[in-house]
């Protein structure tokens, strides 16, 4: 079988979770090695509902890699919250608590019957749009954060331990899952699940992911009115 990105983002978080399972890996490490399933997963089941999809509609669309990247990512986040809340509501508990493997599940079938095959986009060329400030300057507040907010702390957000913490605690152990914010719970499940991590510790990891999102936003964002790599 061909590796490709698809592929190699769903062997990461198979081996790499596997590890946090079986192996007594210090909590930080963990975090850090779940920052890629923040993006993963849900980009990986958003590709596999839209080769799905696909199958049934012809349309071709032009997207570049990041914009492709996203859509993805939004279809599989909207795909998951909308799975968990139908669970929920016919209270099949079993299957929330076991989320996770039912994901893993549904993604290896997918690679086994579409190989997570690129349905019929073009995708415009990035390489000539980014420079070095692209990969370090989302870091930078990262790194200025965790000088004053040390793992695994919450800093300031100590509304999250209400509205984060305790709602994914309660998946994870309950298998129940309500929340006012059920993406923001699931982005907080998915790394805990995956790499068996305390949600504490994948909500300060959480920063890092976010700041990334919002550092490539901007600098696409900037690009797209100056068209100068510099400038954005």
Known sequence: ??????LIG?????VFGGISYIFNIPEIVKAFLAVPVFIIIPYLVGISISNIILKFINFDYRFDHISYLTINWLIGLFFMVSLIEIFQFFSLFILIKNFHYLL???LL???VFSKFDKPKVILNNLKNKLNL????LPFI???ILIKYIPF??????????????QPTMRIINEGYFYSGR??????SYIPSAFFNLDPLGSMWVGRLGGYLILGVGLYFFAYSFSKNRFIA
């Open 104 to 106: 893993s599940l549904f």
């Open 152 to 165: 695994p702390k919450i800093g300031f957000n100590w509304m999250d331990l209400a509205f984060l913490y």
């Open 141 to 143: 507040p990262f790194l």
């Open 10 to 14: 769903f062997l990461y978080v198979i």
């Open 109 to 111: 079938i997918s690679l």
């Open 182 to 187: 059920p993406a923001s719970v699931l982005i």
């Open 1 to 6: 079988m061909k590796l490709n990105f698809n």
């Open 133 to 136: 400030g692209f990969f370090i």
